[in-house]
Each structure stands twice: as structure tokens, then as C-alpha cells.
């Protein structure tokens, strides 16, 4: 539309339409700071959810038991015992002296002038300690130092080769895969490479780690192949590195809990200074916060801080809360406060009790059913009463006949093909001539080497002259097979059928529950919803009795959750509702606008009209005074 301001009658129309549209968009604007208000609570909602979901995650942390059972172990010369410690480690100082250390057994053949020279075709036949023979038959043409190696180490018989030059010339240097006396090494060869195998040096005997508790006539020594303890203290792994005295502390460690709950400590102060900044009214400004009105929000959070001071069922008075573990409230500002001298204390005296003040706990009748977690589903009022009427197990290959008193590995008969778990696994075996158990030493031995995957480990079983196969994975989710073309096998005597594990079967309050390996679950819409048992016993269990309790970090991360929640929360549901005010507003807005623009261009029309009018006036006017000067001139010049 062009403009028309004034040019005929000298009026600044424009101005004036202006100021008309401003006058009559007062209430627009009415409406705009409304919706400004709604945009700044939304941003202080949806910063409030953030700060709870933080807040959320530390609670989640502070509700693992095992956050409480971190054990370590530390020695007063890790160069000769070092140790590490697991959950069930038990705190104690303890004397050692290592009286000697494990060390594979090293060998190195006569010097050759090269390593590449062939040797001559023969045989090189592999034992370690009382185990099996391997015979590795070497062609002429790998017959070199270095092809002999290759064919040591191709034929997994427990021995590495390698080549070395010592300046005098090239030696095969054989070591034993394993430390210790049971595992020295006996070589010999045959053929062209007798010659080659006789006369052997002595790099490195074969020796036995011990270590001695105590001292004079009462002293222990436990002696073994090799340089890692696992079953001197319970839970805790000890490596001999050398000969010498050291003492060993096992104790919690409590530097990683004490971490996590600063963590909670802070990430609460921060929820309480954010609604300080935004749900409250300030006196000397006379201004609220953005979420000053939402009563609901406020209560809300009120309850995460009650939930938080509230005492633990079951567990004894100076050790039910936590101000029994240095975590105060200042009641004038409502923030935490964390004395962290008193909550090492506690840690240090009884991890365990300050674990379950945070995290959920069981108390079971039958060590064989163990309390595993719950959810805000599971209700706790009262005791469960667990049954276990068929244990879980893992899958297992049996033997279908006994394996010889001596068999013979050779070419025809190494190769084993197995499927764990849906994963294919292929070893080839040494050739040599075995016991049934050494068999079952050899087999274990190499699928070991193969199979570096924990969930896929297979154990080797030999009872009654016959080998199995045992998976680690319990459940039906565990599977092993024997593959039916597998050569060894016409030796090992295996089952070649698909087997698998058998979950658990059993009720919780009279009801069937979900197995799953060692898992039973609860189901839904009863009082057992959301808890989970690891259930570690290996025959049936009548009437065992369960007793559960929520911890503090489970019942204020029930109430955060109910704020939270992607589909029920809170202040999902305030979002939402937020956001559908501020898009009524914002068409509201759209509307008004649009007709305020129409009626900007009606107002410019009916001014363009007046002006045209004006013009129009004037022209005429001209006209006529023009007319009207003629005539005038006229009538003088007559």
C-alpha cells in the first residue's frame, strides 16, 4: 500500500494509524508478557528436571552394595608380595615371608652356525613334568632352528620356542608356558635331530613359589606352581615377586565411597540453591521467582528432603540415618552438610551397616537365596517366603564311553570343533600319548588358549574314566556342542548334541516366579514386583524366608523419580502443560496481530481515500480560481 502522508492536506497520516494500531494492540501486549512468564517458568522447570536427574544418578549410585564392600589389599614390599582384595575379602594385617618364587623352566639347545640351515628331518618329542607326550615330526625341509620353532609353537604343547644368538651362534630356546617343578620340561629328539636335543643348558630351573605364615615350628609354608595366592586369604589374590618379608593389610577401601556421597551431598545443595533462586519471594525486591507459584513442585521437593531424614527400618539406632554418618541438615538454609571425618570413621568401622543405610538390602534365612534388587513396585511390609523347586545349571557334554587308558594324538585325530554360546570355537590337541587324565589336563589346556571370552570358558571334567564339558553360563541361554565331524572326538568320546543350562524354577509368596540362569523375578501385580533373587542353590529350597528394606537412596530416588519420569513425572506433565499455555498464547498473539495488520490497511485506505478526496478538492479549486482569473482578465481588457 504507498503511503499518504499528508501530501494534500499536510496531516502525517502514518502517525496517526500508528498510533491507533498501538492503541489497539495494549491488550496484545498484555498477552505477550504472559507468555514471556510462561516461556521463563518452562526454562526454570525444565532446568529444575536436569538438576533432578543429576541428583537422580548419584542416588543410583550410593544404592550398590557393593559401593560399600570395596576391599583393598596393601602390602609394605610390593616387590615381593603384592595383593589385590574383592568384596569378600576379610580386614586384617598379616605377616609373609617369601621363601621363593615360581620360574618356568628354560632350556637352550647347542649352538648352530645359522638359524635358517636345514637340520634333517626326525621328530622332537615335548613332556612337561609327568603330563603327556607330544611327538612333533619335523620334514627335512622345516627342519632349520627357526622351522622347528614355528612347529613347537604351531603344535600349543606347552612349550614356547624361540631362536636366540648368544654370540657363540644360534640356539632354540625352549620355555615352559606354565611356572613351576610340575611343569619342567623334558626334550628329546630323533633321527637327524637327536644330535640337536642332546646336551641341553640349563637356563632357568623350574621352581615352586612358597610362602611361609609364621614363624619358628608352628609356621605354615604353602607351597605351589605358581607365583599367584588365591586361596590363602579369603578374597584375596597374592603375587610373590621375590624373596623376602611383607606385610599385608586388608582393609575397605574407602576413598571411591566417600567420593559418591559428596556427590549426592553437593548435587542435593544444588536442587536446594536452585529452588532458593527460583520458588521463592524476595522481600526486598517484591518479586517471586519463576516457580513462586507452583505449590505442587515445592511439596514435592519437600518430600525428596523428608524421605532423606527419614530413619531406616531395621537397622540399630546409631546407624539408621544419616546423621549417624556425619550428614547434617542446616535447618536455616535447608542445604547438607557432610563431615567427612566422621563418615571415615564409619566406613572404616562398618561399611557395611553405612551401605545399608543408602542401598537396598536383604536378609535371607538360606545362604543359597540371596536378595538382588528392587524397584518403588516391590512392597517391603512384610517378609517373602521363597521356594526353589528346581536349582539352575549350566549346560554340560558328557562323555558316551570311557577314553582309553593311553591314547594316542597324531594327525588324524587333534581337531576339535566346539559351539559355546552360538560362538565357534576350533583347537587343535598335541600330538603325544596321554592318560585319561592327562587328557583332560591337555584339553582343558588348550581351550583355555583358545577361548579368552569369560562367558564362553568351558571346564574339563574327568570322573570315571570319562570326559565333560561344562559351560560357565547357567541357564538355557547357555549352550555347548561338541561338532559331530570333529576327528578328536573319535577319542574324546563326546556327546554331539546341543545342550543347555536349566533356569531356576521356583515361587515367591506361593506364586510362580520368573527364572532366568540364577535369576528369579517377581512378578507383575503382586506384592514381589520388581525384586530379584540370585539364587545360588544347588538343590531345592522350601520356605526360605526373605526380608527386604529400602534404603534411603531407593525412597528419595522414588520420590525424584515421580517428578521425573519421562511418562508420569511431574514436571513432564508441568512441561507439557506449560508449553500448550504458551502456544495458545503465542496464536493468541498470531490472531490478533493478523487483524491488527488487516485493519492497518483499512485505515490506510480510508486515509489514501480522504487524501485522494483533498486532492481532488484542491484540483477543482484550482481550476476554478484559474477560471474565475480569466474572466477577470477578460472583463479589463473589454
Same mark, same amino acid.
Given at each position: 500500500? /504507498?503511503?499518504?502522508?499528508?501530501?494534500?492536506? &499536510?496531516?502525517?497520516?502514518?502517525?496517526?494509524?500508528?498510533?491507533?494500531?498501538?492503541?489497539?494492540?495494549?491488550?496484545?501486549?498484555?498477552?505477550?508478557?504472559?507468555?514471556?512468564?510462561?516461556?521463563?517458568?518452562?526454562?526454570?522447570?525444565?532446568?529444575?528436571?536436569?538438576?533432578? @536427574?543429576?541428583?537422580?544418578?548419584? !542416588?543410583?549410585?550410593?544404592?550398590?552394595?557393593?559401593?560399600?564392600?570395596?576391599?583393598?589389599?596393601?602390602?609394605?614390599?610390593?616387590?615381593?608380595?603384592?595383593?589385590?582384595?574383592?568384596?569378600?575379602?576379610?580386614?586384617?594385617?598379616?605377616?609373609?615371608?617369601?621363601?621363593?618364587?615360581?620360574?618356568?623352566?628354560?632350556?637352550?639347545?647347542?649352538?648352530? /652356525?645359522?638359524?635358517?640351515?636345514?637340520?634333517?628331518? =626326525?621328530?622332537?618329542?615335548?613332556?612337561? &613334568?609327568?603330563?603327556?607326550?607330544?611327538?612333533?615330526?619335523?620334514?627335512?625341509?622345516?627342519?632349520? !632352528?627357526?622351522?622347528?620353532?614355528?612347529?613347537?609353537?604351531?603344535?600349543?604343547?606347552?612349550?614356547?620356542?624361540?631362536?636366540?644368538?648368544?654370540?657363540?651362534?644360534?640356539?632354540?630356546?625352549?620355555?615352559?608356558?606354565?611356572?613351576?617343578?610340575?611343569?619342567?620340561?623334558?626334550?628329546?629328539?630323533?633321527?637327524?635331530?637327536?644330535?640337536?636335543?642332546?646336551?641341553?643348558?640349563?637356563?632357568?630351573?623350574?621352581?615352586?613359589?612358597?610362602?611361609?605364615? =609364621?614363624?619358628?615350628?608352628?609356621?605354615? @609354608?604353602?607351597?605351589?606352581?605358581?607365583?599367584?595366592?588365591?586361596?590363602?586369604?579369603? =578374597?584375596?589374590?597374592?603375587?610373590?615377586?621375590?624373596?623376602?618379608?611383607?606385610?599385608?593389610?586388608?582393609?575397605?577401601?574407602?576413598?571411591?565411597?566417600?567420593?559418591?556421597?559428596?556427590?549426592?551431598?553437593?548435587?542435593?545443595?544444588? !536442587?536446594?540453591?536452585?529452588?532458593?533462586?527460583?520458588?521463592?519471594?524476595?522481600? $526486598?525486591?517484591?518479586?517471586?521467582?519463576?516457580?513462586?507459584?507452583?505449590?505442587?513442585?515445592?511439596?514435592?521437593?519437600?518430600?525428596?528432603?523428608?524421605?532423606?531424614?527419614?530413619?531406616?527400618?531395621?537397622?540399630?539406632?546409631?546407624?539408621? $540415618?544419616?546423621?549417624?554418618?556425619?550428614?547434617?541438615?542446616?535447618?536455616?538454609?535447608?542445604?547438607?552438610?557432610?563431615?567427612?571425618?566422621?563418615?571415615?570413621?564409619?566406613?572404616?568401622?562398618?561399611?557395611?551397616?553405612?551401605?545399608?543405610?543408602?542401598?537396598?538390602?536383604?536378609? $535371607?534365612?538360606?545362604?543359597?537365596?540371596?536378595?538382588?534388587?528392587?524397584?518403588?513396585?516391590?512392597?517391603?511390609?512384610?517378609?517373602?517366603?521363597?521356594?526353589?523347586?528346581?536349582?539352575?545349571?549350566?549346560?554340560?557334554?558328557?562323555?558316551?564311553?570311557?577314553?582309553?587308558?593311553?591314547?594316542?594324538?597324531? =594327525?588324524?585325530?587333534?581337531?576339535?570343533?566346539?559351539?559355546?554360546?552360538?560362538?565357534?570355537?576350533?583347537?587343535? !590337541?598335541?600330538?603325544?600319548?596321554?592318560?585319561?587324565?592327562?587328557?583332560?589336563?591337555?584339553?582343558?589346556?588348550?581351550?583355555?588358549?583358545?577361548?579368552?571370552?569369560?562367558?564362553?570358558?568351558?571346564?574339563?571334567?574327568?570322573?570315571?574314566?570319562?570326559?565333560?564339558?561344562?559351560?560357565?553360563?547357567?541357564?538355557?541361554?547357555?549352550?555347548?556342542?561338541?561338532?559331530?565331524?570333529?576327528?578328536?572326538?573319535?577319542?574324546?568320546? @563326546?556327546?554331539?548334541?546341543?545342550?543347555?543350562?536349566?533356569?531356576?524354577?521356583?515361587?515367591?509368596?506361593?506364586?510362580?516366579?520368573?527364572?532366568?540362569?540364577?535369576?528369579?523375578? &517377581?512378578?507383575?501385580?503382586?506384592?514381589?514386583?520388581?525384586?530379584?533373587?540370585?539364587?545360588?542353590?544347588?538343590?531345592?529350597?522350601?520356605?526360605?524366608?526373605?526380608?527386604?528394606?529400602? &534404603?534411603?537412596?531407593?525412597?528419595?530416588?522414588?520420590?525424584?523419580?515421580?517428578?521425573?519420569?519421562?511418562?508420569?513425572?511431574?514436571?513432564?506433565?508441568?512441561?507439557?502443560?506449560?508449553?500448550?499455555?504458551?502456544?495458545?498464547?503465542?496464536?493468541?498473539?498470531?490472531?490478533?496481530?493478523?487483524?491488527?495488520?488487516?485493519?492497518?490497511?483499512?485505515?490506510?485506505?480510508?486515509?489514501?481515500?480522504?487524501?485522494?478526496?483533498?486532492?481532488? $478538492?484542491?484540483? @477543482?479549486?484550482?481550476?476554478?480560481?484559474?477560471?474565475?482569473?480569466?474572466?477577470?482578465?477578460?472583463?479589463?481588457?473589454?
Amino acid at each position: 500500500m /504507498p503511503s499518504v502522508d499528508g501530501l494534500a492536506s &499536510g496531516i502525517k497520516f502514518n502517525d496517526i494509524i500508528d498510533a491507533l494500531i498501538n492503541a489497539d494492540r495494549a491488550s496484545t501486549a498484555v498477552v505477550e508478557k504472559r507468555k514471556a512468564t510462561f516461556q521463563t517458568r518452562l526454562e526454570a522447570v525444565r532446568s529444575f528436571n536436569t538438576k533432578l @536427574l543429576s541428583h537422580q544418578l548419584d !542416588l543410583a549410585a550410593l544404592n550398590r552394595p557393593a559401593l560399600f564392600n570395596v576391599r583393598q589389599a596393601s602390602s609394605t614390599n610390593a616387590a615381593v608380595l603384592s595383593g589385590t582384595a574383592s568384596a569378600t575379602a576379610i580386614p586384617g594385617t598379616y605377616q609373609f615371608e617369601v621363601t621363593s618364587v615360581a620360574k618356568a623352566h628354560q632350556l637352550a639347545t647347542v649352538a648352530q /652356525p645359522d638359524s635358517t640351515t636345514p637340520l634333517g628331518a =626326525g621328530t622332537v618329542s615335548l613332556q612337561l &613334568g609327568s603330563g603327556g607326550i607330544s611327538t612333533i615330526a619335523i620334514s627335512a625341509g622345516t627342519s632349520s !632352528l627357526g622351522g622347528i620353532a614355528q612347529a613347537i609353537n604351531d603344535a600349543a604343547a606347552g612349550v614356547k620356542a624361540s631362536v636366540l644368538n648368544d654370540g657363540s651362534g644360534y640356539r632354540l630356546l625352549l620355555t615352559s608356558s606354565a611356572t613351576g617343578t610340575a611343569s619342567a620340561i623334558t626334550v628329546s629328539g630323533s633321527g637327524a635331530l637327536a644330535s640337536t636335543f642332546t646336551g641341553l643348558s640349563t637356563l632357568q630351573a623350574a621352581s615352586d613359589a612358597q610362602v611361609k605364615i =609364621g614363624s619358628g615350628a608352628g609356621a605354615l @609354608l604353602i607351597t605351589q606352581s605358581s607365583n599367584t595366592f588365591t586361596d590363602v586369604l579369603p =578374597g584375596v589374590s597374592m603375587t610373590a615377586g621375590a624373596v623376602g618379608t611383607a606385610t599385608m593389610t586388608v582393609g575397605t577401601d574407602t576413598a571411591s565411597t566417600i567420593t559418591s556421597i559428596k556427590s549426592f551431598v553437593t548435587s542435593y545443595n544444588d !536442587l536446594v540453591q536452585f529452588m532458593k533462586d527460583n520458588a521463592s519471594y524476595d522481600v $526486598s525486591t517484591n518479586k517471586a521467582g519463576p516457580l513462586f507459584s507452583e505449590g505442587d513442585v515445592r511439596n514435592r521437593f519437600n518430600s525428596i528432603t523428608q524421605s532423606l531424614l527419614t530413619s531406616v527400618n531395621g537397622r540399630p539406632n546409631g546407624l539408621s $540415618s544419616l546423621v549417624s554418618v556425619g550428614i547434617s541438615i542446616d535447618r536455616a538454609t535447608g542445604r547438607l552438610a557432610l563431615d567427612q571425618g566422621v563418615l571415615a570413621d564409619k566406613l572404616a568401622t562398618d561399611a557395611d551397616g553405612v551401605g545399608r543405610i543408602f542401598a537396598n538390602g536383604g536378609v $535371607s534365612s538360606d545362604s543359597g537365596v540371596r536378595f538382588g534388587l528392587l524397584t518403588d513396585k516391590t512392597q517391603t511390609t512384610s517378609p517373602f517366603t521363597v521356594d526353589v523347586i528346581q536349582p539352575s545349571f549350566q549346560p554340560t557334554v558328557n562323555g558316551t564311553a570311557d577314553v582309553d587308558a593311553s591314547t594316542v594324538i597324531d =594327525g588324524t585325530n587333534r581337531d576339535l570343533s566346539i559351539n559355546v554360546n552360538g560362538r565357534d570355537y576350533a583347537v587343535t !590337541l598335541a600330538s603325544g600319548t596321554y592318560t585319561g587324565a592327562q587328557l583332560a589336563t591337555h584339553l582343558q589346556a588348550v581351550l583355555d588358549q583358545k577361548i579368552t571370552t569369560v562367558s564362553d570358558k568351558v571346564k574339563v571334567g574327568f570322573t570315571a574314566n570319562r570326559l565333560a564339558l561344562t559351560g560357565a553360563v547357567y541357564g538355557t541361554a547357555g549352550t555347548v556342542q561338541v561338532a559331530a565331524a570333529s576327528t578328536a572326538n573319535s577319542v574324546l568320546r @563326546l556327546a554331539v548334541n546341543r545342550t543347555y543350562g536349566q533356569d531356576v524354577v521356583g515361587n515367591i509368596n506361593g506364586v510362580a516366579a520368573t527364572g532366568a540362569g540364577q535369576s528369579l523375578a &517377581g512378578i507383575a501385580g503382586t506384592a514381589a514386583e520388581g525384586l530379584r533373587l540370585s539364587i545360588t542353590a544347588t538343590a531345592a529350597v522350601s520356605g526360605a524366608t526373605l526380608t527386604v528394606t529400602k &534404603g534411603l537412596a531407593q525412597l528419595a530416588g522414588e520420590r525424584v523419580k515421580a517428578m521425573t519420569d519421562g511418562t508420569t513425572g511431574v514436571l513432564v506433565q508441568k512441561q507439557d502443560s506449560i508449553s500448550k499455555s504458551i502456544d495458545t498464547l503465542t496464536k493468541s498473539i498470531t490472531a490478533a496481530d493478523e487483524r491488527l495488520a488487516l485493519r492497518r490497511i483499512r485505515y490506510q485506505k480510508q486515509f489514501q481515500a480522504m487524501e485522494t478526496s483533498i486532492q481532488k $478538492s484542491n484540483s @477543482l479549486s484550482s481550476y476554478l480560481a484559474g477560471q474565475i482569473k480569466g474572466f477577470e482578465n477578460a472583463a479589463k481588457g473589454a
